[in-house]
């Protein structure tokens, strides 16, 4: 995975997605088209992932982790999408993509 970005932009979260899916030795597919501008809003976002990761292989499921916590869950996490905020000019984040965790 050393070609990819170390952040994916929103548009391209689903081939984050995929992407760390194959990495993890998953089965996946290319991956779904990239997000469309429309995919900024929360729910838009959330359906998108979820049909980027059936494409993938894989099951989607949004953690929220409180600081004490985040080691523990990214440790156990993989493959997985990390939504960080950004200071994208419409307000969008962007993600880590998470092969494995440990």
């Given at each position: 995975?050393?070609?990819?970005?170390?952040?994916?932009?929103?548009?391209?979260?689903?081939?984050?997605?995929?992407?760390?899916?194959?990495?993890?030795?998953?089965?996946?597919?290319?991956?779904?088209?990239?997000?469309?501008?429309?995919?900024?809003?929360?729910a838009?976002?959330?359906?998108?992932?979820?049909?980027?990761?059936?494409?993938?292989?894989?099951?989607?499921?949004?953690?929220?982790?409180?600081?004490?916590?985040?080691?523990?869950?990214?440790?156990?996490?993989?493959?997985?999408?990390?939504?960080?905020?950004?200071?994208?000019?419409?307000?969008?984040?962007?993600?880590?993509?998470?092969?494995?965790g440990?």
């Open positions: 995975m050393n070609d990819a970005p170390a952040r994916w932009p929103l548009r391209r979260a689903p081939e984050a997605l995929a992407l760390a899916a194959r990495h993890a030795g998953w089965a996946s597919s290319e991956g779904p088209p990239p997000l469309e501008p429309a995919g900024a809003w929360p838009a976002r959330e359906r998108a992932l979820e049909i980027a990761a059936a494409s993938a292989g894989v099951e989607l499921e949004a953690l929220q982790a409180a600081a004490g916590a985040l080691e523990r869950v990214l440790a156990a996490a993989g493959p997985a999408l990390v939504e960080i905020p950004d200071d994208a000019p419409d307000g969008s984040p962007s993600y880590l993509a998470l092969v494995r440990g």
